[in-house]
């Protein structure tokens, strides 16, 4: 599994990519109207074999420690896309931001599938 070094006054910390992909999956999938992460745009022989990342979440690391995030997504419809990617954008900032002090440099929303049926959960 990779993992990155962020060197701080106290010390070291080394942050696993898969935790990463476990937070930006959750605060994706708090925003109203986000149906489900997409696995659409990995090949399933890929998915089968490469468990560093989590589905629908890519992630990589700038030469300065800054994260870039891929995330792919289907929205129900009737949702505004642009509101909603905003959102997502924000969301998943200040969940890293927060949890684990990571700085990111560019958070990417794709929309993969946009779902007709809407189950209604009280969400």
Sequence with gaps: MADTKMYGEGGKITCDKA????IVGLAT???KGVAR???SETPWYKRLFNKEEG???KIKFDTNGAVKVD???DVYIGES??????KIQENIKNNL????E????NINVHIMEVICDRIDNGV
Aim: proline share 3%; net charge negative; glycine share 4%.
């Design 29 to 31: 999938k708090e925003i």
């Design 102 to 105: 990571i700085k990111t440099s």
């Design 37 to 39: 992460l997409s696995n």
């Design 97 to 100: 931001s927060s949890m684990v």
């Design 81 to 86: 896309v642009p509101e909603l990617a905003f």
């Design 71 to 73: 995330v792919y997504v």
């Design 19 to 22: 935790i990463l992909a476990s």
């Design 55 to 57: 589905e629908g979440v």
